[in-house]
């Protein structure tokens, strides 16, 4: 009797020991945690392998955490925000009050302590620390004996898993999520210990899988969360809840295209319905796929990137193309369709001055990304996430980092918003000074940046991935033995030319895998001042294979060469039209460039621009401008007639300065269009 008592008892210590020795591997403490994963090409670096030295994305991590932090958590404890603390300290009963804000307002205040978590693991700034505490407390008071929690529903009259869009699934996903940042940041328990109560509890409410329960989730957040806290317990509970997420969505009939829940994932063909939602199941898809292996999931995954990325997708890496309504149905795969809001559209429909394109599906489709460049080690991958961030995400803050947009078009007339999410621009006051009805894109926004730096590597038994160019330093162990510490300096997005230093290498042969973007033709590189000799492929990583040794550094040139590029022409919006780009940045004509008296659609780009890059260190905190010469058409802006004669051609040439599109809305009132008409002409 007592050796049978003994049993368990030596399994959980031996158990233990394993949890222990996996938290200390290379990448357990990573953002997410594939240390262990048996179906990933690479490891993620730990949450504090990388840091950046400033540079690009080293400025915007400062100002996150000087400005952009400090400012949501100001704004967040005022009650008529719609994402507030308060409300847990209601719940709590540390407070008299009633529930205000959003059904998803509860997953707002997790990112924010996401956000802030990334950044103490980093600073081990004490305020941080002390602040994430006071709140976690908080929240841990407001949880329920059984470990439900979710204030919109404790604190009204509503019961418990009765509507999707009451969003319980997903603020409960964002505070598994978070608790598990917290956990790998700081090594405390606190948080982690309420998102093991929760995950519990949804254990015992979802995998039974009970019919009522089978659409439901709207925004799915909870896949990931699970699937993280699996990553980060190792109870295999936790993976089954996260598999079983998956499973339930269009596992009955009655689902909607509105959430993915129409069809099984497995037999989806198509991106439909709510961006956000899409993206976030996709994610939480190859979650589950890089723990089980199942191709299935893999196989529907890689449809469902092509339709994005070849039909479905703006050039800014924007994935959400209607604000409300129904794709034509015509043009689909599938009928009937449903009616949707903040939705993919059709093949091609790609609206310009009413592109949705929210935020948090943008950010959605940069980390889908990531998951799928984790799983293969496939640039293509890369190429996507690194145009949403440089692009479509970075335009959602402002240069100061205190104010937001909710939605990211690539068109704007009039100063006035043509979305009822959308704010007419920065300069009105939109800033966390003053509260917004929806948060949901500004924390979610501070996370990315505080987190990016956990994106830019990836650690194989013999390689490193260095999949982001900035200013940082790599500091790890390699899941095959033996320490590396490279050093990355570089001016880009603004300069092509990328130095890292070799500090510290095993004393073995491994790779230095070097992305080569998808624009970079004619791409070179040079170890310790000489030809590498070897091919560069663009939309590609280059395997620099040697024996690496401290003091050895490698130089990357990429050509930053100006490029005018043309949508599909099934792309009614932009037909005639040129976007322009140089590097991965993407730029806009704002209309505050244009000579006084010029109308934004009286201008025309010649097909044969010549261009010069010029930086400008006091323009919008630094940034590389283009320039050329345009035409302007005569006298076309003051007619107001719907329908015109053609004019007979441009009658003057006016000078043209284009920003990066992340920067617009940041000087006043403005106009500004990404896609340009051209003009045949050519200049002299």
């Given at each position: ?25 290379p990448g357990a403490r990573s953002l997410v945690n594939t240390s262990s994963s048996p179906h990933v090409k690479f490891q993620n670096p730990d949450l504090n392998a990388v840091r950046w030295t400033g540079g690009f994305w080293g400025e915007r991590f400062a100002l996150c955490r000087e400005v952009t932090i400090p400012a949501m958590f100001e704004v967040m404890q005022k009650p008529d925000n719609s994402a507030n603390f308060q409300n847990f300290r209601i719940a709590a009963g540390l407070a008299e009050g009633e529930f205000s804000g959003n059904h998803w307002s509860d997953g ?363 200013n940082n330093v790599l500091d790890s162990r390699l899941p095959g033995g033996g320490e590396i510490r490279l050093v990355q300096q570089t001016q880009y997005p603004w300069d092509g030319q990328v130095t890292i230093a070799v500090e510290k290498a095993p004393a073995r042969e491994l790779a230095l895998m070097l992305r080569i973007p998808g624009w970079a033709q004619g791409a070179t590189i040079q170890v310790n001042g000489q030809a590498a000799g070897i091919e560069t492929e663009p939309r590609a990583y280059v395997e620099l294979w040697r024996r690496w040794i401290a003091g050895d ?132």
């Amino acid at each position: 009797m007592q050796t049978r008592r003994l049993v368990p008892i030596l399994l959980a210590v031996a158990l233990s020991a394993d949890r222990a020795h996996a938290d200390d591997a290379p990448g357990a403490r990573s953002l997410v945690n594939t240390s262990s994963s048996p179906h990933v090409k690479f490891q993620n670096p730990d949450l504090n392998a990388v840091r950046w030295t400033g540079g690009f994305w080293g400025e915007r991590f400062a100002l996150c955490r000087e400005v952009t932090i400090p400012a949501m958590f100001e704004v967040m404890q005022k009650p008529d925000n719609s994402a507030n603390f308060q409300n847990f300290r209601i719940a709590a009963g540390l407070a008299e009050g009633e529930f205000s804000g959003n059904h998803w307002s509860d997953g707002d205040c997790y990112k924010l302590i996401e956000a802030a978590a990334a950044v103490y693991c980093l600073t081990a700034d004490p305020e941080l620390d002390r602040v994430m505490d006071q709140w976690i407390e908080v929240i841990a008071k407001a949880q329920e004996p059984d470990g439900y929690i979710s204030t919109q529903i404790q604190l009204t009259e509503r019961e418990r898993w009765q509507d999707l869009k009451h969003h319980e699934l997903y603020n409960m996903g964002h505070l598994l999520t978070a608790a598990c940042v917290h956990h790998r940041a700081t090594g405390k328990d606190n948080f982690l210990d309420v998102a093991r109560k929760l995950a519990d509890y949804l254990c015992t409410i979802f995998l039974p899988r009970p019919k009522e329960l089978a659409h439901f989730g709207f925004n799915p957040s909870n896949i990931m969360g699970a699937a993280e806290l699996y990553r980060t317990t190792n109870d295999a509970k936790y993976l089954r809840l996260a598999k079983t997420f998956v499973d339930m969505r269009g596992s009955a009939p009655g689902g909607s295209d509105q959430n993915q829940a129409k069809v099984p994932l497995r037999q989806e063909q198509e991106a439909v319905g709510h961006a956000v939602t899409a993206a976030y199941l996709w994610c939480g898809a190859a979650d589950v796929y890089a723990e089980t292996g199942e191709q299935a999931l893999l196989d529907a995954l890689l449809r469902l990137w092509e339709d994005v990325t070849e039909r479905k997708m703006y050039v800014t890496g924007g994935i959400a193309a209607l604000h409300a309504g129904e794709a034509d149905r015509r043009l689909l795969r599938r009928w009937p369709r449903d009616s949707v809001h903040e939705a993919f559209g059709a093949p091609y429909q790609l609206p310009n001055r009413t592109a949705y394109n929210e935020t948090c599906a943008n950010i959605a489709n940069a980390m889908w990304n990531w998951r799928m460049l984790v799983l293969t080690g496939d640039a293509k991958y890369t190429e996507v996430m690194e145009r949403v961030l440089y692009n479509s995400m970075l335009s959602a803050v402002g240069i100061e980092g205190r104010d937001f947009f909710y939605t990211n078009p690539l068109r704007r007339i009039d100063g006035q918003p043509l979305l009822s999410n959308d704010s007419a621009a920065r300069w009105s006051d939109t800033t966390p000074a003053s509260p917004l009805r929806c948060f949901c894109c500004p924390p979610n926004v501070a996370r990315t940046l505080a987190e990016l730096n956990a994106w830019s590597y990836g650690l194989g038994k013999d390689a490193v991935w260095v999949h982001l160019y900035g200013n940082n330093v790599l500091d790890s162990r390699l899941p095959g033995g033996g320490e590396i510490r490279l050093v990355q300096q570089t001016q880009y997005p603004w300069d092509g030319q990328v130095t890292i230093a070799v500090e510290k290498a095993p004393a073995r042969e491994l790779a230095l895998m070097l992305r080569i973007p998808g624009w970079a033709q004619g791409a070179t590189i040079q170890v310790n001042g000489q030809a590498a000799g070897i091919e560069t492929e663009p939309r590609a990583y280059v395997e620099l294979w040697r024996r690496w040794i401290a003091g050895d550094t490698v130089q990357i040139d990429l050509p930053m060469e100006v490029r005018m590029v043309e949508a599909h022409p099934l792309v009614e919006e932009t037909r005639n039209h040129a976007a322009v780009m140089r590097g991965p940045v993407v730029y806009c004509l704002e209309s505050v460039d244009l000579p006084v008296g010029t109308a934004l659609d009286d201008v025309r780009l010649p097909r044969q621009s010549s261009w010069q890059a010029r930086h400008d260190a006091d323009l919008l905190r630094g940034v590389t401008v283009l320039e050329t010469e345009a035409r302007q058409l005569p006298q076309s802006s003051l007619s107001t007639a719907l329908y015109r004669p053609l004019p007979a051609g441009p009658t003057s040439r006016i000078p043209m300065r284009l920003i990066p599109y992340y920067a617009w809305a940041n000087r006043g009132p403005s106009e500004m269009t990404v896609w340009i008409p051209l003009s045949n002409d050519t200049p002299q």
